[in-house]
């Protein structure tokens, strides 16, 4: 069986573990009118609709709960380091998080291949969790439709040098080049994303 197949097996059971695991050991449901009010303070960099402003953040919006909850979380329990988002989150509480979480993934994404780009030609250790077009497969994987390369070459060479960890994301990017990186950013950065955000 191909790497990326067994990894993208590999990825559902654990993205069900773990998005399983939140329900039972929070048990909260998140309020998407009070994570609008809390995006205030994400939409300098994020935007209130979850389009990133900065070449350096992600866009948000779309995105599944469970990974946005998993990634706020690590930012404030500290298992995830960043100079602004661990600041940030660190006063958030669970509820905090889970009501961001429901606001931003209640919003509506459409991603658009550019022309010219195929399906089929999509880079293959990606399409399992990141799908073709950069939408999401797993509940517990990102959205990589119209990020920058910036952004997307930033996280590839923190998984591979160890700076970010990830059961999946870990192994694969060790054996990736630095091409290998840059012509996989260039793929999902070259992907035309809309946000619907939700009134």
């Excluded at 069900?16 to 695991?21: E, I």
């Excluded at 948000?60 to 298992?79: C, K, M």
């Excluded at 797993?138 to 439709?145: G, K, M, T, V």
Aim: some cysteine; hydrophobic content about 40%.
């Amino acid at each position: 069986m191909h790497r990326s197949i067994v990894l993208g097996l590999g990825g559902v059971f654990l993205a069900q573990v773990f998005s399983g695991s939140l329900v039972q050991a929070e048990g909260l449901t998140g309020d998407p009118s009070a994570g609008r009010k809390a995006a205030g303070m994400c939409r300098t960099c994020h935007g209130l609709d979850g389009y990133a402003k900065i070449p350096i953040a992600p866009h948000i919006g779309g995105e599944p709960a469970p990974y946005l909850v998993h990634q706020l979380t690590a930012f404030r329990d500290g298992t995830r380091d960043h100079e602004m988002m661990s600041v940030v989150a660190r006063s958030l509480t669970d509820q905090n998080i889970a009501d961001l979480a429901a606001w931003y993934s209640s919003h509506t994404v459409v991603a658009d291949l550019p022309p010219g780009k195929a399906a089929e030609n999509a880079p293959e250790d990606c399409v399992a969790c990141h799908g073709a077009d950069g939408l999401s497969q797993l509940e517990d994987a990102p959205n990589l439709a119209g990020e920058t390369v910036m952004y997307i070459d930033t996280q590839l060479k923190a998984f591979r040098t160890g700076k970010r960890s990830h059961e999946i994301m870990s192994e694969i990017a060790a054996d990736l080049t630095n091409d290998d990186i840059r012509s996989l950013a260039e793929w999902y950065a070259g992907v035309k994303l809309k946000i619907e955000m939700t009134k």
